[in-house]
C-alpha cells in the first residue's frame, strides 16, 4: 500500500520569496505522484504530475516539483511567492494516473505582504 | 465547460436523516470517486466506480452507499446521517484503460454537508 507524507501543516512565508512544500512517500511499487492545489470554497485542481521521464517537472503558475527516487521524495517549489498561491496544498500518489489516489494531509501555504 | 458538477453544494441534515448527493461528469471518464475532506487528515476514499454498473469500497466506506447507474453519474447516499459524517464531500473523475495516456483526477467543487 502507498502513503503520502507532508511534514508541513503550514509554512508561512512573505511575497516574493522562494517557498518548498516537503512531500515523501512510501511504497512497494512504481508510483506516479500529484501535486494539487485547493483555493478556498473550491475543489482541487491539478498543479503537476510525474509519471515517467524528467525527474524535474514543471506544473502551472509557476511551480515545478523534483522526484527524488533515492529519498522518496517529490517536494513541490516556487522561486518566487504572490499573495494569490495562498491556498492549500496535497500531494497524491498513485499505482497509475487512473486509480485511486491515496492523497497527503495537506500543508496550507499562507503568503503575506 | 462543466466539467465534474456535484450537487448540492450545501446541506444541513439532522441525525438519522437520509440524503444523496449527486455528481455529475461530461467527459465520458470510466472511473468515479467519492472523498470526503476533514480538517488535518486531507481528502480519503469512501467508494469508486470503474465503470458503469460498478462500485468497489475505499478507504471509509462504512455509513455510505454508491451507486452509477448511468456513466456520467455517480450517487452518494446516506442512510441514516450522523455527526461524524459532517464534512466537506468532493466528487471526481478520471479516465480508465484504453483512454489514453494516464490522466489525473478532475474534482467537483465538493458539497459541505452538516448533521446536527
Known amino acids: 500500500a502507498q502513503s503520502v507524507t507532508q511534514l508541513d501543516s503550514q509554512v508561512p512565508v512573505f511575497e516574493e520569496a522562494p517557498v518548498e512544500l516537503r512531500c515523501n512517500y512510501s511504497?512497494?511499487?512504481?508510483?506516479?505522484l500529484f501535486w494539487y492545489v485547493q483555493y478556498p470554497n473550491q475543489g482541487l485542481q491539478l498543479l503537476l504530475k510525474y509519471l515517467s521521464g524528467s525527474t524535474l517537472v514543471k506544473g502551472i503558475n509557476g511551480f515545478e516539483a523534483e522526484f527524488n527516487k533515492s529519498q522518496t521524495s517529490f517536494h513541490l517549489r516556487k522561486p518566487s511567492v504572490h499573495i494569490s498561491d495562498t491556498a492549500e496544498y496535497f500531494c497524491a500518489v498513485s499505482r497509475t494516473g487512473f486509480q485511486k489516489l491515496v492523497f497527503g494531509t495537506g500543508t496550507r501555504l499562507l503568503v503575506s505582504p | 465547460n462543466a466539467g465534474v458538477t456535484q450537487t448540492p453544494k450545501f446541506r444541513v441534515l439532522k441525525t438519522g436523516q437520509s440524503m444523496t448527493l449527486l455528481c455529475a461528469q461530461d467527459?465520458?471518464?470510466?472511473?468515479m470517486y467519492w472523498y470526503r475532506q476533514d480538517p488535518g487528515m486531507g481528502l480519503r476514499l469512501i467508494h469508486y466506480s470503474v465503470g458503469e454498473g460498478t462500485t468497489a469500497k475505499g478507504e471509509v466506506p462504512d455509513g455510505y452507499n454508491v451507486s452509477r447507474l448511468k456513466k456520467q453519474n455517480f450517487l452518494l447516499g446516506l442512510e441514516s446521517a450522523a455527526p461524524s459524517q459532517t464534512s466537506v464531500y468532493f466528487c471526481?473523475?478520471?479516465?480508465?484503460?484504453?483512454?489514453?495516456?494516464?490522466?489525473?483526477?478532475?474534482f467537483g467543487d465538493g458539497t459541505r454537508l452538516s448533521i446536527l
Open positions: 471526481a473523475s478520471s479516465t480508465g484503460p484504453g483512454q489514453g495516456d494516464n490522466q489525473p483526477q478532475h
Open positions: 467527459m465520458n471518464h470510466e472511473y
Open positions: 511504497s512497494s511499487v512504481s508510483v506516479y
